[in-house]
């Protein structure tokens, strides 16, 4: 008779213990998935608005004489058509129906180009970015300052856990006729850059990247 081998087993506390460990790493996957895609979303949503600002920036300097007074016109003051002063709820029920003439196909002035090129630049927004909306203030002389605005769901108040208001410049002031944000001495670098123009009124979960050319 061959001699007997003893034959060793996984008790049932073993097998419990691997589940609990396996199921704790599978949890930490699943949330480092959400936390990448909540990034993701983010910075392709910044990606898609150093775009359409290049687009936007393109566009004006084709069409600088709608873009108001420049520096090399002291004392003249000319509004810039290039201007988009709607609210957030505003710009979200816009129907953004074309504008005539269609100056991709017909001769227009440069006040129609620059209506016309507002018109298929907000579309591409609202495409490009989620609910997508813009402001744009000032002209050549000082400047045209440009503020995109995207909702992001996952933008949520740790404390109160639901949707975080969206972060407002502190003021404004009038110049050259057009509103422009003034931050104060904390609201420098990137709070400067992310902060939504009062007159924006844009709602909790709405972010804003803002940024500045000259013609």
């Not at 936390?35 to 392709?44: D, E, L, P, Q």
């Not at 566009?59 to 108001?68: E, L, Q, S």
């Not at 404390?159 to 969206?166: H, K, M, N, T, V």
């Not at 123009?197 to 500045?212: K, T």
Request: proline content about 5%.
């Amino acid at each position: 008779m061959p001699p007997r081998q003893c034959t060793h087993g996984v008790t049932l506390v073993e097998v419990m213990v691997a589940i609990v460990v396996l199921s704790i790493g599978m949890l930490g996957i699943a949330g480092l998935q959400a936390a990448t895609m909540k990034y993701k979303i983010n910075t392709w949503a910044r990606s898609s608005a150093s775009t359409l600002l290049s687009e936007l920036s393109e566009r004006v300097r084709i069409n600088p004489d709608a873009a108001g007074s420049s520096f090399a016109e002291p004392g003249v003051n000319t509004e810039s058509k290039y201007i988009i002063d709607a609210t957030w709820a505003a710009q979200q029920s816009d129907a953004l129906k074309p504008v005539t003439p269609d100056c991709e196909t017909a001769i227009c002035t440069p006040s129609q180009r620059a209506a016309h090129d507002l018109q298929v630049w907000r579309q591409r927004v609202r495409n490009n970015l989620p609910q997508g909306a813009a402001l744009i203030s000032g002209n050549r002389q000082i400047g045209l300052t440009v503020t995109m605005m995207w909702f992001d769901k996952e933008l949520i108040d740790s404390e109160a856990q639901d949707r975080a208001a969206a972060s407002v410049c502190s003021g404004g002031k009038k110049g050259m006729a057009q509103k422009t944000c003034v931050c104060s001495d904390e609201e420098k670098g990137m709070a400067q850059q992310t902060c939504c123009p009062s007159e924006a009124a844009a709602p909790d979960g709405v972010r804003c990247a803002r940024f500045s050319f000259i013609p």
